[in-house]
């Protein structure tokens, strides 16, 4: 597994859909971009912003939830890649070992930002999926770059037969 940071979330110029970018901690030289919908992007945004709302939104009323439960989430892991679909899972420690949920990738970040645990993507999906960029600057993509990462990644998807999606080779089941 990868960690990775948010380096911002987007609306492709192009397209309108939604994007959030993902990028390896530290030297930022692949990208994943991940088209999710409107209202999970201004999930994520608003817990990047620490908003705080009158009413919780559904990501805050699920991190009630968990630690009402005597459950803490400790990372969220992007784990796959099939049909164009990314796949993820929410890693939590309760009282009875570490369990692991599946969620979309979307709401596994949203819910990263609230409790400020990391986010890790499986290496095979960085590998396939990754797009590469010339280290960015602190402020981001200007929306050239924005719509340059996303072409890729769509010329990518168009192209992509399931020997694509295919889990490479590993000893490390994560």
Known sequence: MVPVQILGVYLDPNSGHSIVMLG???DVTRVLPIFIGPAEAQAIAIGIAELKLPRPGTHDLLVDVINRSDARLVEVDVTDLRDGTFLAELELVTHDGT?????RPSDGIAL???VGV???VA??????????VEPSEEDG???A???EIVAEFQAFLADAGPEDFAEPPT???R
């Open 171 to 173: 000893d490390d089941p």
């Open 118 to 120: 990391p986010i890790m």
């Open 145 to 147: 770059q924005i719509e």
């Open 24 to 26: 390896e901690v530290g």
């Open 99 to 103: 369990q692991r949920v599946s969620a």
């Open 123 to 132: 290496r095979g999906v960085l590998d396939t999926a990754g797009v590469g």
């Open 141 to 143: 993509f200007d929306d």
């Open 112 to 114: 990263a930002v609230r």
